[in-house]
């Protein structure tokens, strides 16, 4: 079966920088679009930045010019390089595939809106 697994996340201090991995496993052939959510204490998840297969991006305002989202398709992973972090960056983040296409039991296969189990992160003032 199709898995996301995250690293990378962490204690860091303001204006610091962290470097989030998602790997994707199973036999896949190909994965859509690829995004970055998180979800802080008593609030909603939200996206954080989002790739499309071809490498268009998409950041929300809160963090554009800090993160920076890129992926190696030919290792179907995912990475999240964030900069100048601030406190208000603290929370969970998840890694997201909408689409996965793969290969089992001797047919091609999809499967829609996967999630990692998530990676804290933590910016201190």
């Known amino acids: 079966q199709v898995q996301l697994v995250e690293s990378g996340g962490g204690l860091v201090q303001a204006g610091g920088s962290l470097r989030l991995s998602c790997a994707a496993s199973g036999n896949i052939f190909s994965i859509a679009t690829m995004a970055w959510y998180r979800q802080a204490p008593g609030k909603q998840r939200e996206l954080v930045a989002a790739?499309?297969?071809?490498?268009?991006?998409d950041y929300p305002d809160s963090v554009k010019g800090r993160f920076t989202i890129s992926r190696d398709n030919a290792e179907n992973t995912v990475y999240l390089q964030m900069n100048s972090l601030k406190p208000e960056d603290t929370a969970v983040y998840y890694c997201?595939?909408?689409?996965?296409?793969?290969?089992?039991?001797?047919?091609?296969?999809?499967?829609?809106?996967?999630w990692g189990q998530g990676t804290q992160v933590t910016v201190s003032s």
């Open positions: 790739i499309t297969s071809g490498g268009s991006t």
């Open positions: 997201n595939a909408d689409q996965v296409t793969y290969y089992t039991g001797g047919v091609y296969s999809r499967k829609y809106g996967i």
